[in-house]
């Protein structure tokens, strides 16, 4: 049976991070609220608690999840290197909608599914799900909603969808929006757009001029999600359109992350223990 708390109220968010702690720890599945919308998560290093994941969510090892940190250094130590770029996409956009692509640790013993040696890391913009994640260490997460469905944006519209699939459903009331992060893929010598999302083009370029922009050919209307149809149209309205990028491991999944606007990045743990981590 799963537990729903209302983080409006201090007692129950208390209540309900312990309760999420706890589920993360013990294998299971939680729902956070995240900067875009809400998240299903799971401990990174328990392979069983990602396939549970995989399972709630309808998807197969092609669709990894991304991995939400509480802290930079949490992400550092996930990847091979930041690289030349990674630093300073990081000092600008995060805690935030923006997921960077990077080649994952050599060390690290997890199972994602069909990564391809890399792996898509999120710190996002949610006191809630930062508060969560710098207690769990990095977590597997991905829009909570099932696989087709339209992205839910408040915590009873995910349960609906999963149901008791959920260990502990953590409510942060509802999403301002339903559009994903933006993700880029550092692994390359050209940092490679993946898919467009909030944070624009133009914004990156600020911080690396050039950006290798995906292949212009477009998937039908009827083969879209909800949420990438947002995009689209988000996209369309700026000057310069970009559209969905190929094929990626990492970007077919319909990404959710978090990030805390107020929290103290020196106050942030290190990452979690783990094997090989």
């Known amino acids: 049976m799963s537990a729903l708390y209302d983080c409006a109220d201090a007692q129950q968010r208390d209540a309900g991070l312990v309760a999420a702690v706890t589920a993360v720890q013990g294998g299971n599945l939680v729902v956070l ?9 799971a401990d990174a290093f328990t392979p069983a608690a990602v396939e549970a994941l995989r399972a709630a969510k309808g998807h197969g090892r092609n669709i990894p999840p991304t991995v939400l940190v509480g802290s930079v250094r949490a992400a550092a130590a996930l990847t091979e290197s930041l690289g030349p770029y990674g630093q300073d996409l990081i000092d600008e956009f995060w805690p935030g909608p923006l997921t960077l692509v990077f080649r ?3 060390t690290l013993m997890w199972d994602l599914g069909d990564t391809m040696g890399t792996v898509g890391i999120r710190m996002p913009l949610h006191p809630v799900a930062l508060d969560l994640l710098r207690r769990t ?4 997460v991905s829009s909570a909603n099932l696989h087709g469905a339209a992205a839910a944006t408040t915590a009873d519209e995910v349960q609906s969808q999963l149901g008791d699939a959920i260990a502990v459903y953590l409510d942060g009331g509802p999403c301002a929006d339903s559009v994903p992060s933006t993700i ?9 757009l993946l898919r467009a999302g909030t944070i624009s083009v133009d914004a990156l370029r600020k911080v690396v001029p050039v950006i290798d922009l995906p292949d212009p050919t477009t998937p039908p209307e009827e ?7 947002r995009v689209q ?3 369309a309205k700026k000057s310069e359109p970009v559209k969905a990028a190929e094929p990626h491991p990492l970007a077919g999944d319909d990404d959710s992350a978090v990030a805390d606007p107020v929290a103290d990045p020196a106050a942030d743990p290190a990452a979690k223990p783990g094997p090989g981590n």
């Open 33 to 41: 609220p995240t900067d875009t919308m809400y998240g299903v998560g």
């Open 104 to 106: 994952s640790s050599p």
């Open 137 to 140: 260490g990095p977590m597997a």
């Open 184 to 192: 880029l893929d550092l692994t390359g010598t050209v940092p490679r």
């Open 223 to 229: 083969e879209l999600s909800q949420a990438d149809r």
């Open 233 to 235: 149209e988000l996209i």
